[in-house]
């Protein structure tokens, strides 16, 4: 769910030969072939590698179709076609995200890549997480594209970045999740201001506590303002830092 720097090898294509062509099953479009599986969707082309799931591809591309509708309304942008591919195992995940986006999963458990050059590697989630990690990912996606960040690198201030993917996803996909903190928040997440802090907490014993963190202070912060605030400060053509810094001033937060 974090960003992480992408590499020019992601023209490397997972080039997979069509041997059959089925009827088109409601909306999308399925494609066996020797090495996997592609469904073409509204809105998303998933290949899936031999080993996943049967109707996984479907359900993903189903998801983001509906991602499409409700995050992009709420965000109001139309996002391109976004290209998926589904690993079977985490090693196979792991292998392409370093092939593909020259990155480690953060842990034996981590199974989501962020979206680079319009491509989001996926391994063995369960569903839940699928459907909350793909509603988070999807929002990033939307954001980077607002605030014109190519970068692939996960931007500063990132508790709000992360934050605002969690609020959306969330709002769509809460089932299986939890994040309700009572009392004074354990740590301040808002002094979280580089990508570099924000890992490090990552991986101590804050782990996902993180999101939870940033995902509390992000409703605060929406709920201050409106969510059409954010709507209209992600429009303005400003970079994330000049969007932040906007937000933040007319909260009252700084
Ligand atoms: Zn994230």
């Known amino acids: 769910m974090d960003r992480r ?26 494609l066996h072939t020797s090495a996997g599986t592609k469904v073409e969707g509204a809105h998303a082309s998933i290949w899936s590698e031999r080993g996943v799931p049967k109707g996984r591809a479907a ?27 589904l690993f079977a195992s985490h090693l196979a995940f792991a292998r392409a995200l370093w092939s593909l986006q020259d990155a480690h999963p953060q842990s ?20 839940a997480y699928l459907r909350h990690n793909l509603a ?3 929002t990033e996606w939307i954001i980077d594209r ?7 690198a996960l931007p500063s201030i990132p508790w709000l970045y992360d934050g605002l993917a969690e609020y959306e996803a969330y709002r769509y996909e809460p089932a299986g999740m939890h994040c309700t903190l009572k009392g ?23 782990g996902s506590l993180e999101y939870c963190l940033a995902y509390a202070q992000a409703r605060a912060l929406v709920n201050r303002l409106g969510w059409s605030r954010i ?11 000049v969007l932040v810094r906007h937000l933040l001033v007319r909260s009252g937060t700084r």
């Open 59 to 85: 359900a993903v591309g189903g998801e983001i179709d509906r991602l499409f509708t409700h995050i992009g309304h709420d965000l109001e942008d139309a996002p391109p076609r976004l290209r998926v591919r």
């Open 5 to 30: 720097v992408h590499c020019s090898l992601a023209a490397i294509l997972l080039c997979v030969a069509a041997v059959s062509v089925p009827a088109p099953a409601g909306a999308q479009r399925l």
């Open 146 to 152: 607002l605030t014109g960040n190519h970068t692939d």
């Open 184 to 206: 004074p928040s354990p740590f301040g997440i808002t002094k979280v201001l580089t990508a570099r802090q924000w890992m490090v907490l990552r991986a101590g014993p804050l």
């Open 231 to 241: 709507e209209w400060a992600l429009h303005r053509g400003w970079a994330w830092p």
């Open 108 to 127: 034996s458990t981590d199974n989501t890549s962020s979206v680079g050059h319009g491509m989001l590697l996926l391994g063995p989630l369960p569903a």
């Open 136 to 138: 988070h990912v999807y």
